[in-house]
């Protein structure tokens, strides 16, 4: 069983270390020259963590990680906490996995470590999918075709495969963009900020935590805009523009933005939820089914569970039984990448509400779940898919 999987992004490394797991011969193909990622953080819940063990990767991808006791949730004028949830030793035992922070370049070099050299072709840009009822072909950029009996197209938030299986439409704007940095944590050292911090205010919210065995400082500051801003991962901002977008901060959030330097600006965009993602034996994986805001830390993690869910279904399969296979793998994972979609721009709604009678409702809602759980409320999605 042949299997080309598009792009080598987390979604599609993973899904090509699980349907090796699965038994196939898998061919992953990526239009970069090597494997990069970007200097940014990411945050990996257990859900997606369970998987990666089940990959045999975790020990790999928790070596450079921070393993945060909690999050601690504040507000954006004084630091003021409003509530903290466990995440350490208590959320894996409860979870049956850590939650890990981790720099996207360690996490991307951990899973490309694990899938074998001869199985990648790098520099290889996809042009077209077909398929007839027997097999698909990827065309690549220099006219070469390769065939197979599955194509996964991991293509990414801007994907052209699927546009090639469902027509046009674009990504779309959230309204919403971010300022990222990476600092060493070492000059940050005398705020005294928790490993993992979500300041919320109107319109805006703040979020930083240690990646790299907490070495580095990984910093998110996002607000609602209604310019248009490109999805870039390296589109630098204007000197200074966090501080007047974030003036009136708390003085730790505005001095950690002032040492910060130079910081990049990406505009949020999301993809309209579809009511599939196969056709014949080609399917979407990642992002290109279902980019989301980031505002529950769950677009990496929703795709590692499409890979893990595409394993499953895609062992012992016959080349005839694929097509049925894929509806297998989308039923189990369609409804619920569609609902974090969901939660995710939820989020970000309640993060940013104005200082007034809901965002205080908002709070001592918080505060009681805390005090009930010691857990966030989007935990309790983290040991679904068990
Ligand atoms: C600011 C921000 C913060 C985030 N934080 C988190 C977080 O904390 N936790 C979390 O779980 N998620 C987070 N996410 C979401 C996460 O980054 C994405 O959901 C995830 O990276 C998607 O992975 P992917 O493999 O689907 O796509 P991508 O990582 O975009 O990979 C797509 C790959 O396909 C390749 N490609 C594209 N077209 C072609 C072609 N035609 N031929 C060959 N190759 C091609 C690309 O070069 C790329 O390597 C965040 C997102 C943002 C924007």
Known sequence: ?????????????????????????????EQAARFTEVGAGIQLAPNATRVLRRLDVL???????????HVSFRTWSDGAEICRYALGREAEEEFGAPYLLLHRADLHQALSAAVPSESVRLSTTVVDITQDDDSAQVTTATGERLGADLVVAADGIR????????????????????????????????????????WLGPDRHFVHYWVRRGELLNVVAVFSTGAPAQESWTDRAEPGEQLREFAQWDPRVLSVLERAGQVLRYGIHTRTPLTRWNLGRVTLLGDSAHAMVPFQAQGAAQAILDA???????????????????????????????????????????????????????????????????????????????
């Open 1 to 29: 069983m042949r299997a080309v999987v598009v792009g080598a992004g987390i979604g599609g490394l993973t899904a090509a270390l699980s349907l090796r797991r699965a038994g196939w011969d898998v061919t992953l193909v």
């Open 59 to 69: 020990d790999a991808v928790a070596a450079p990680a921070a393993r945060p006791s």
């Open 159 to 198: 994907s052209a495969a699927r546009r090639w299986l469902f027509g046009e439409d674009e990504a779309v704007f959230s309204k919403t963009a971010a300022y990222r940095a990476l600092l060493p944590v070492a000059e940050v050292a005398d705020l005294g900020l928790p490993p993992l911090g979500v």
């Open 308 to 386: 893990a869910a595409l394993g499953d279904a895609l062992t012992d399969t016959t080349p005839a039984e694929v097509p049925a296979a894929l509806d297998r793998y989308v039923a189990r994972r369609l409804p619920t990448a569609t609902s974090t979609q969901a939660a995710s721009t939820q989020a970000g709604r309640d993060f940013h509400l104005p200082d007034g009678p809901e965002a205080t409702a908002r709070n001592a809602r918080m505060a009681a779940h805390a005090g009930e759980n010691r857990f966030m409320p989007q935990s309790a999605a983290w040991g679904a898919d068990r």
